[in-house]
């Protein structure tokens, strides 16, 4: 799995949250750092902040859809941020789930859930 997330914070909490639930998570925080990890390790599920230095996490979904090792891969937004459309949008970026913070670690784990990614041992 794949954070996408530039508020060190929040990555941490997540990553903590998940890792306690038996997920393994790999962080990026930033575009570049995104794009070159799901490149070289296919993850089964990506989750992007929409708001990021130098990309919002629409694009990255847009560049990620385009590359072949995760033209498939499940893509979870979220954000802190309030603007109108921001839902629809992510739907247009094949969002299996849009969450907005603060979310529970059950609203992330559910969402997760849907993609059908397994947890590991």
Same mark, same amino acid.
């Not at 059950?106 to 590991?120: C, F």
């Given at each position: ?14 990553? @903590? %949250? ?13 575009? =570049? ?24 996490? *629409?694009?990255?979904?847009? %560049? ?12 979870? *937004? ?10 629809? %949008? ?5 969002? @299996?789930?849009?969450? +907005? ?5 059950? =609203?992330? $784990?559910?969402? @997760? +859930? ?5 947890? $590991?041992?």
């Amino acid at each position: 799995m794949l954070l996408v997330e530039d508020d060190i914070l929040i990555a941490k909490a997540i990553s @903590i %949250r998940l890792g306690s639930l038996g997920y393994k998570v790999s962080l990026a925080h930033d575009a =570049q750092t995104a794009l070159k990890y799901a490149e070289t390790t296919t993850p089964e599920v990506i989750i992007i902040d929409i708001n990021l230095p130098g990309a919002d996490g *629409f694009s990255i979904a847009s %560049r990620l859809h385009a590359m072949k090792p995760t033209v498939t891969t499940p893509i979870i *937004f979220i954000t802190a941020s309030k603007i109108i459309g921001l839902r629809e %949008r992510a739907e247009k970026h094949g969002a @299996i789930a849009f969450l +907005e913070k603060p979310f529970s670690a059950a =609203q992330l $784990t559910e969402a @997760i +859930e849907l993609s059908y990614y397994p947890k $590991t041992a």
